[in-house]
T-cell receptor
């Protein structure tokens, strides 16, 4: 497996602002993913982030709203831009290693 | 894209009894089927997975079965304990990428 950390663990933000979430893993991984989990719901893939290439976004998610960086093989960021209350969610990163996916602890975002 | 359906949405069992959760998938190209357990306020934890080249896999009290023809797979928990209480998610993917998750099953084990 891998040790995955996220910062911040939680935040309360005002609408119209942006928040950048960081994901750090303790080993080099090719594939990192960002998911959203709305309260009481399942996990939905936002995008796949590979080092050295543009992130690949899933239907319903766009780069202007959720820009992603992947500067190296152990780190990625997800920005939630121009936030609205509908963006209140848990955002989780995951990594693929050993042909399995493991999740970070998540960032609980509340937009007021 | 892949569509994964999961049933039941809630499951209450007496401690010591078995629990079974079933999932169906739509994309016949899917070949990897993990199961995650999520306790309240915690991250999803991978508990078992199966690939399309096997029909069954077991790890202590947990087992997963796969029927590729019918495109469904199931999680079996035997001798349930209170610590098995959690939300369980099934998922499916092609070549380990882009997991598509089921809606989740809330399992409650009654003491």
């Amino acid at each position: 497996s891998a040790v995955i950390s996220q910062k911040p663990s939680r935040d309360i933000c005002q609408r119209g602002t942006s928040l950048t979430i960081q994901c750090q893993v303790d080993s080099q991984v090719t594939m990192m993913f960002w998911y959203r989990q709305q309260p009481g719901q399942s996990l939905t893939l936002i995008a796949t982030a590979n080092q050295g290439s543009e992130a690949t976004y899933e239907s319903g998610f766009v780069i202007d709203k959720f820009p992603i960086s992947r500067p190296n093989l152990t780190f990625s960021t997800l920005t939630v831009s121009n936030m609205s209350p509908e963006d209140s969610s848990i955002y989780l990163c995951s990594v693929e290693t050993g042909n399995k996916q493991y999740f970070g602890p998540g960032t609980r975002l509340t937009v007021t | 894209g892949e569509n994964v359906e999961q049933h039941p949405s809630t499951l209450s069992v007496q401690e010591g009894d078995s629990a079974v959760i079933k999932c169906t998938y739509s994309d016949s190209a899917s070949n990897y089927f993990p199961w995650y357990k999520q306790e309240l306020g915690k991250r999803p934890q991978l508990i078992i997975d199966i690939r399309s080249n096997v029909g069954e896999k077991k790890d202590q009290r947990i087992a997963v079965t796969l029927n590729k023809t019918a495109k469904h797979f199931s999680l079996h928990i035997t001798e349930t304990q209170p610590e098995d209480s959690a939300v369980y998610f099934c998922a499916a993917s092609v070549n380990d990428y882009k997991l598509s998750f089921g809606a989740g099953t809330t399992v409650t084990v009654r003491a």
